[in-house]
């Protein structure tokens, strides 16, 4: 008997087949991942089953019973829950009335709020989901978000909770938690549909696996069968080499640094950066780790000039560079790749030929006198496209039209494709899939591998432990640490990020 | 924008079109009067005969700028609702230099009047310019307080000094050298309309080809992104705003030195707002305003001499006008009528 089947699902929009005859099943009281690559049909087809999207054809069982969900409604009553990527709680209402919410406990007519309390505790103590029902859901963490979406679809009955990508908002110890609660969620029965493109989540926490790969199944196995390995082939259609390594042993010349650099942060609140000193040698990356919102988005517009630093100085290949704007600094020779490509680093509705040359538009090559110089721009865009295998249909597509990988790589080319000798490389892979991370994690290697400085802002520990030379450790604004790679284990790595540094 | 998408925006708009005279006959024959009388006179005041065409050409042609000028500032993101006001001072600026440089050669006259008059509404452009680069202050509030004070100041000054000494409030009759050269005799087709054309073609070559251009285009669809880029996103916002306000001034000049040859106070029946409707529909193409400008000049003559000579009150092709901007810049209402929903692909589904 499975708790949920679904068979031949085809769901289109446009000409896209998301889903084409894709099957699932999940057994009850199993973790079930269920793996692929962005765009491969992860979503759609558990929003089909949440009654988010109506199927073109194929069919739905639910404990073996046909079932027909029109919408959410529909599959809540038969035992289907789902917590979104993007929460949906009223941010300025407390817990305890985002929970009930729809389903409100009810005395004379009144919300029974006492009732509601005691419910929600039932739950939280049950499966260790610890909450605050009276804290409003703004002053709690993302972590705790999560657990509040998690209670609200188990107090609504839910048997099969669908969780859509939900490690990709956590710190890696509120990762640890949340499979807590996963597994003690499946001793009762409950079955857990998990999303993700993470093969080292997947392996960690489930039981069985099914992989995605563009809109079809490739298959289900049971995870004690399964390696890393025989995963990513399963999810790309074939396995990635490892990373030409050659790691050139870093040259003395320092091309980046920052010394004691601070941004204040706003009034009565602690500095943003806090005295951050750090100096990039040529040939080296220097990865800066820790757990997003420490920091690293101040460190970034601070090296790029988006922001002007409150205290200390920028210096780039000797020359004081400290005030200057984004213009200026990569005039400089700095190749930057922004931590929100959609917000700086394109220009969504313009086409990939102008975007290709968003930054060196004013240089030589592509303008004179004022005006562009639209054949050599746009051997410039094919270039790249040629280059740095951009998927597009033409360079004239706008660049919203691209998927996010492919924005990343005419991005990636686009700066490194430029002359430079510093890489400021903020989230270069975030939300991209297995294939595009690793063709841009090797130009970053190939950038410093001719004799590139590279500074490394990543919130996956992964890449910041596979591509840096060094590791500086950022908390709270402070480097707390600078080392050699080697020389850290993940667990410390761990502590440091999480601002536990007397365990170290 | 391809050709392609220029095609189709072109068919959208003229459904557009068709679907507000549908809904304009209604009107008209549910107001008892009869449709065809109606409409056959709006089109023969509009399009039927020398005299006609020219009343179009005339009516069409402030418009010409006035879009040209919102069309132009929306590329840089920036809502210009002040055209009105540009227009006015611009057309003072035009008519008083015009009259106080009889000296010179006409040719001279006119060119120098009639960059004043852009000059005066590039400076009007360029307070809620500065203003917004350099306080954020919104150029919707700052453009509209700005008409207020344009409409005002430009007939306290005539009021005060440039009176004709008659009876009504207006300066003296240009002469005839300062005016613009009649491009038709008989009618008042002046060169303005072929100012206006080659105002659009100017700028559509800015938009398309220029650096400039380039970088206004990334500051109105993605100011971060320009930032980033190293763009001065302030200096192009103040530019583009001060292009925007002189091409609206120029519409005040082309009105005062080529139409009414004089200026005369709260001589605008709402040009820089109906420009905003033009560069609605124009949308993202310069030379579409040309188009657009004629429809709404069309309009305009033919519902004139419906009015004359049918009787049949003005308001009902005001009335057209308005839907016609409604089933436009509602796109999503008008294709949901029309069952033409664009096809998004990948769009909410793409993303597993």
Request: with cysteine; net charge neutral.
């Amino acid at each position: 008997m499975y708790a949920v089947r679904m068979e031949n699902i085809t769901k289109r929009f446009g000409n896209v087949a998301a889903n084409d005859g894709v099957h699932f099943a999940a057994l009850p009281g199993e973790i079930h991942g269920l793996l692929g690559e962005n765009g491969a049909g992860k979503s759609t087809l558990m929003r089909i089953l949440f009654g988010l999207y109506r199927a073109d054809s194929g069919s739905i069982y639910v404990n073996d019973q046909p079932a027909r969900i029109t919408g959410p409604r529909d599959a809540i009553s038969l035992g289907i829950g789902m917590v979104h990527q993007h929460f949906m709680l009223a941010e300025h209402l407390t817990v305890a009335e985002n929970i009930v919410a729809g389903c409100e406990p009810r005395r004379n007519g009144l919300l029974d709020y006492g009732r509601a309390r005691r419910q929600i505790c039932e739950v939280s103590d049950r499966y260790g989901l610890e909450v605050d029902p009276g804290a409003r859901v703004e002053e709690i963490s993302v972590g705790q978000q999560q657990r509040v979406e998690i209670i609200k679809a188990l107090m609504r009955g839910a048997q099969t909770l669908i969780l859509d990508e939900p490690t990709a908002v956590l710190t890696p110890p509120e990762v640890d938690e949340l499979f807590a609660v996963m597994r003690a969620l499946r001793e009762p029965g409950t079955t857990i549909v998990f999303i993700t493109h993470k093969l080292k989540e997947t392996m960690e926490v489930s039981d069985r696996v099914t992989v995605l790969r563009d809109g079809k199944t490739i298959g289900t196995i049971d995870t004690s069968d399964a390696t890393p390995d025989s995963l990513v082939e399963m999810m790309v259609g074939r396995s990635l080499p490892a990373h030409d390594d050659q790691r050139v042993p870093p040259r003395e010349a320092v091309l980046l640094e920052l010394r004691d650099v601070s941004v204040a942060g706003r009034k009565g609140s602690r500095a943003r950066l806090d005295g951050v000193s750090l100096a990039v040698r040529s040939g080296e990356v220097l990865g800066i780790a820790g757990v997003d919102g420490n920091g690293q988005l101040e460190l970034e517009e601070v090296a790029t000039g988006l922001r002007r630093p409150s205290k200390g100085r920028i210096v780039l290949i000797g020359q004081d560079v400290t005030g200057f704007d984004t213009g200026r600094i990569r005039e400089k020779g700095v190749a930057c790749i922004p931590s929100d490509r959609l917000k700086r680093g394109m220009v969504d509705s313009l086409s990939l030929a102008r975007n290709s040359v968003l930054g060196v538009h004013r240089s030589s090559d592509f303008s004179r006198r004022g005006v562009l110089l639209e054949n050599a721009l746009r051997e410039h865009a094919q270039g790249i496209v040629d280059k740095y295998d951009v998927r597009a249909e033409s360079i004239d597509q706008t660049m919203g039209s691209l998927s996010g990988g492919n924005q990343q790589k005419m991005l990636v080319g686009r700066e490194l494709g430029r002359p430079h000798s510093v890489v400021i490389a903020a989230q270069p892979t975030r939300g991209l899939d297995v294939g595009a991370t690793h063709y841009i994690r090797e130009q970053i290697l190939a950038s410093r591998a001719s004799g590139k400085a590279v500074l490394l802002i990543s919130a996956e520990l992964d890449e910041v432990l596979e591509l840096s030379d060094r590791i500086a450790v950022i908390y709270e604004g402070r480097i707390v640490d600078v080392r050699p790679t080697s020389s850290f284990t993940e667990r410390e790595l761990g502590l440091l990020m999480t601002g536990q540094r007397n365990e170290v | 924008m391809g050709l392609r998408g220029n095609a189709s925006r072109f068919a959208y708009s003229a459904i557009a079109v068709l679907l507000a005279l549908l809904i304009g006959a209604v009107l008209i024959g549910a107001s008892g009067y009869s449709v065809m009388e109606a409409y056959s006179n709006l089109l023969m005041g509009a399009f039927g005969g020398v005299y006609s065409l020219a009343t179009t050409v005339v009516m069409s042609t402030p418009l010409l700028f006035t879009g040209l000028a919102v069309a132009f500032a929306f590329q840089c993101g920036l809502f210009n609702v002040g055209a009105e006001g540009q227009l006015y001072v611009g057309a003072l600026t035009s008519a008083v230099v015009a009259l106080a440089l009889s000296g010179l050669p006409p040719a001279l006259r006119v060119i120098i009047a009639l960059a004043a008059g852009a000059g005066a509404g590039a400076a009007l452009g360029f307070v809620p310019g500065y203003l917004k680069a350099k306080i954020g202050a919104h150029e919707v509030i700052t453009t509209i307080m700005l008409n207020y004070v344009a409409i005002s100041l430009t007939t306290f000054l005539v009021k005060n000094y440039f009176r004709d000494p008659g009876p009504v409030d207006q300066t003296v009759l240009l002469p005839s050298g300062s005016r613009l050269p009649e491009l038709v005799p008989g009618t008042r087709v002046s060169l303005g309309v072929v100012i206006g054309i080659l105002a659009v073609a100017l700028l559509d070559h800015v938009m398309r080809r220029s650096v400039l251009g380039y970088e206004i285009q990334a500051v109105g669809r993605n100011p971060h992104a320009a930032e980033y880029g190293g763009v001065n996103v302030r200096a192009r916002t103040v530019q583009a705003m001060m292009i925007s306000g002189a091409v609206a001034g120029l519409a005040g000049s082309v009105e005062a030195m080529g139409t009414l040859y004089r200026f005369i106070p709260y001589f605008s029946p709402g040009y820089g707002f109906t420009g905003i409707a033009v560069a609605v529909i124009a949308g993202q193409s310069m030379w579409a305003v040309i188009p657009a400008a004629v429809l709404f000049g069309a309009l305009q003559s033919g519902g004139q001499s419906m009015q004359l000579f049918a009787g049949i009150p003005m308001e009902l092709m005001t009335m057209v006008q308005g839907l016609v901007i409604l089933f436009v810049a509602a796109p999503t209402l008008g294709s949901m009528l029309l069952g033409l929903r664009r096809r998004l692909p990948g769009k909410g589904g793409g993303r597993a």
